[in-house]
C-alpha cells in the first residue's frame, strides 16, 4: 500500500470513533487557505516547508497537487525551486518559531534582489496559528509588504496518526510547562480539543488530575463558553480525561516490555513511522524496496495484533505465524487437487497471506534486532535494577524473566547505578535509573549530591545545567517516597502469566508493572475522582470533575446494564497525555478496551521514551554560553 494511503487507512473505526472525519476537516481547511493564494493562468504555484512540518506535507499536501499547488519543496531547496521551477507564488509553511520565520524573511528578501524582474508573490501559512511575533519579525526584516495579503493561519493543532491516537508533535511540552513555567503546551491542548469538538460534538463531562490538567480544562471550558455556533450533535466521546505528565514521572523512566515500545526504544517510531536501520537487508522489507523509514499502524494485521505483546510472548507469536504462513504456502501449491469450497477457503485468505508475505520478513528482522538488545547483559541488569527500585519480585516462570535470573547480580539498585557511572555507560541509562530511584525512594540530600558529583567528574561539567534542569522538573530531587503506598492502593506490581489468554491486567506492558497512569485514567474514566482510593488522596495532586452544560435540544448518549448505546456502540473516553505518553501505556489503553465496555481515544502532547523526555531536559553548558541539545 502507498504509505501516504496507508496513514489514511489506519484512521477508519467502524466501531469507535472515526479518526478520518478529524483528519478530512483537518485537510479540508489546508485546502481552502491554497485555493484562496491565487497564481496566473499558466503559472506555477510551489509550497516550501520547514522541516518540523514534514509530517503535515506527507499526509495532507499531496491532496493539493496537482490542482492546488504543483511542486512541493523542502526550505533548503528554496533557491534551486525559484531557479529552475520559477513559479509565480511560492507558500510558505513553517511554524511560528523565530529562527525559521527568519530565515523565510531572507530568502524573501534574496529573491526580490536577486529576480526582481520575476514580479513574484510570496504567501506565509504558519502552524498552528498566528503568532504576534512573526508579524513583528516581517516588519523589522521589511517583508511584510511582500506577505501581508497573503499571511494565513492553518489551525491543526494534532495529527491523527492510527485509529485511536491523535499527537500534537511538540517534543518539548514537559520542559515548557515545568522548567519556564509556560502556559502555552496547556492552551494548545485545550484548542486541540476544542478542534476535536466541533468534528465529534461537545463533551459532557470532563476530568482530569495535576495542576497543568486543571489549567487545560479551564481553557477548554473558556473557549467552549465562547462558541458562537456551538455543534449540536450529539456528542461521540462521552467524558474527557485530562492527565498531567508530573503526576507519574515513573512510568516513562522504565523499560518498555511491549513489541511496540521496545521498537520505539530502539529504533525510534515518529508519527507512526519507524526509521529503518541501513543494516537491514533489502529483501526484508516490504516490496522488496530500500526505503528510508515505514509506517507501523494498525493496517498491518501482523503489527496490530503483536504491538501490545510483551516480549515473551512475541516470540511464541512469530513462530506460529512464520510456522502458519508456511502451511498456508504448501497449500496454495496443492490448488488443482483442490475441491469447490477449498478454494473458496484460500481465496478468502489470499489477501491475508499476501499481506503475511510482504509484513513477515521485515517484523522477523526486527524480531533478530530486538532479540540482541533484550538479551543483552546490560539490558538485564537494567531491568533488575528497575524492578528492585519498583519492589517488585518477579516469580520468574516465563523464558524472559528466567533469563533475567541466569545472570542475577547481588548488587542493591544504588549501587548498580554507581557502577554504570564509574564504567561510563551511556548518560540516558544512568539519568533514567537516578531519575527512578529518586521518584520510587527517598535518597537523602548527601547521597544524590554524591551522585550529581561523580556524573559530573565522569560525562563532564557542560552537564551541570541538564542536571540543575532535572531538579527542577522535580525529576532529580530528594524527596519523602509516596510509591509504596501508591503501589498497595492500586496494584502497581503483579505478576506476568505466560499465555496471552490468561492474561487478566496490564502488568504485562512493563514486565510486572502496571502504569501508575493507566491505574488512575481507568478510575477517573469510569467513576470520577471518587474512585480514588482515600488513602492515597494526600499523596496526589487533587483529581477534578467538571459537567460541561450541552446546548439545548442535545442530549448525551444513554447506555443499558450492557453498556451500550440504541446503536450498539460503548462508550468513548477521550484521554489527554499533556507532556507526552509511551507506547507501553497506549498498550495497557488498548488492554483496558478489550477488556471493559469502552473505547479509549488519545490526544498525547508527543509520544515519548524515557530517553527522549530527558533529552528535551537537555541544556549543555559551553565557553560563552549554553545550548540546549
Not at 529576480?115 to 506565509?124: H, I, K, L, Q, Y
Not at 488513602?535 to 451500550?564: H, N, W, Y
Amino acid at each position: 500500500m502507498d504509505p501516504r494511503r496507508e496513514h489514511i487507512a489506519c484512521l477508519h473505526n467502524a466501531t469507535g470513533v472515526n479518526l478520518y472525519t478529524y483528519y478530512a476537516m483537518v485537510n479540508k481547511e489546508f485546502a481552502d487557505i491554497c485555493t484562496r493564494i491565487r497564481c496566473p493562468e499558466g503559472r506555477l504555484k510551489a509550497l516550501c516547508f520547514a522541516p518540523t512540518t514534514l509530517d503535515m506535507i506527507t499526509r495532507f499536501a499531496p491532496d493539493c497537487k496537482p490542482t492546488l499547488v504543483d511542486t512541493v519543496v523542502p526550505l533548503q531547496s528554496f533557491e534551486d525551486c525559484m531557479t529552475y521551477e520559477n513559479p509565480a507564488v511560492c507558500i510558505f509553511l513553517v511554524p511560528p518559531h523565530p529562527p525559521i520565520i527568519s530565515e523565510v524573511c531572507r530568502l524573501i528578501r534574496d529573491d526580490r534582489t536577486l529576480n526582481p524582474d520575476e514580479g513574484r508573490e510570496f504567501a506565509v501559512i504558519e502552524i498552528p496559528r498566528k503568532s504576534v511575533v512573526t508579524g513583528k519579525t516581517f516588519d523589522i526584516e521589511g517583508v511584510a509588504g511582500d506577505v501581508k495579503e497573503n499571511y494565513y493561519e492553518w489551525q491543526v493543532e494534532g495529527i491523527p496518526i492510527d485509529q485511536d491516537i491523535i499527537t500534537m508533535n511538540d517534543k518539548f511540552s514537559f520542559r515548557n510547562y515545568t522548567l519556564l513555567r509556560d502556559t502555552s503546551p496547556a492552551h494548545s491542548m485545550a484548542r486541540a480539543l476544542r478542534l476535536i469538538q466541533t468534528t465529534f460534538g461537545l463533551f459532557p463531562r470532563v476530568t482530569g488530575i495535576g495542576p497543568e490538567a486543571k489549567r487545560t480544562a479551564k481553557y477548554l471550558l473558556q473557549m467552549t463558553a465562547e462558541l458562537e455556533d456551538p455543534p449540536l450533535s450529539t456528542p461521540e466521546i462521552d467524558n474527557v480525561v485530562i492527565f498531567d505528565r508530573q503526576v507519574d514521572c515513573i512510568t516513562p523512566m522504565c523499560s518498555q516490555l511491549t513489541y511496540e515500545g521496545l521498537i520505539d526504544e530502539k529504533f525510534g517510531i515518529h508519527q507512526g513511522n519507524m526509521q529503518i536501520p541501513p543494516t537491514f537487508p533489502e529483501e526484508s522489507l516490504p516490496d522488496g524496496k530500500k526505503v528510508s523509514r515505514i509506517a507501523l499502524t494498525s493496517t498491518s494485521q501482523v503489527f496490530n495484533e503483536a504491538r501490545g505483546m510483551h516480549w515473551d510472548q512475541f516470540c511464541p507469536f512469530m513462530d506460529r505465524r512464520i510456522k502458519q504462513f508456511t502451511e498456508d504456502l504448501a497449500v496454495t501449491d496443492k490448488l488443482r487437487a483442490m475441491s469447490t469450497s477449498e478454494m473458496k477457503q484460500l481465496s478468502s485468505r489470499l489477501a491475508v497471506i499476501q499481506a503475511e508475505k510482504k509484513a513477515l520478513p521485515f517484523h522477523f528482522e526486527i524480531y533478530r534486532a530486538l532479540k540482541r538488545d533484550v538479551t543483552s547483559e546490560d539490558f538485564m541488569q537494567s531491568w533488575r535494577t528497575e524492578h528492585e527500585l519498583l519492589g517488585h519480585r518477579p516469580t520468574l516462570s516465563s523464558r524472559v524473566m528466567k533469563a533475567f535470573s541466569s545472570t542475577s547480580s547481588t548488587d542493591t539498585a544504588l549501587e548498580t547505578i554507581e557502577g554504570c557511572i564509574s564504567k561510563k555507560e551511556p548518560l540516558s541509562r544512568v539519568l533514567r535509573l537516578l531519575c527512578l530511584a529518586c521518584q520510587t525512594r527517598e535518597i537523602k540530600p548527601p547521597l544524590l549530591d554524591q551522585f550529581r558529583r561523580d556524573i559530573l567528574q565522569t560525562y563532564g561539567f557542560e552537564h551541570l545545567l541538564t542536571l540543575e534542569n532535572l531538579t527542577k522538573a522535580g525529576l532529580l530531587v530528594s524527596k519523602p517516597s509516596t510509591f509504596g503506598a501508591l503501589d498497595a492502593a492500586l496494584n502497581l506490581n503483579g505478576e506476568v502469566p505466560e499465555g496471552a489468554d490468561e492474561l487478566q491486567d496490564f502488568h504485562h506492558v512493563f514486565m510486572g508493572y502496571a502504569p501508575l497512569s493507566i491505574r488512575l485514567v481507568d478510575k477517573l474514566a469510569n467513576h470520577g475522582p471518587r474512585a480514588i482510593p482515600e488513602a492515597i488522596r494526600d499523596k496526589l495532586p487533587e483529581a477534578f470533575e467538571q459537567s460541561v452544560p450541552l446546548p439545548e435540544g442535545v442530549k448525551p448518549r444513554v447506555f443499558d446494564e450492557t453498556a451500550s448505546d440504541a446503536t450498539g456502540h460503548v462508550p468513548v473516553t477521550l484521554v489527554c497525555f499533556l507532556g507526552g505518553v509511551t507506547q507501553a501505556e497506549l498498550a495497557a489503553l488498548r488492554f483496558l478496551s478489550k477488556h471493559q465496555a469502552r473505547d479509549y481515544v488519545v490526544l498525547t502532547s508527543d509520544i515519548i521514551t524515557g530517553t527522549r523526555m530527558l533529552q528535551s531536559l537537555n541544556e549543555f553548558l559551553t565557553i560563552g554560553g549554553t545550548h540546549s541539545s
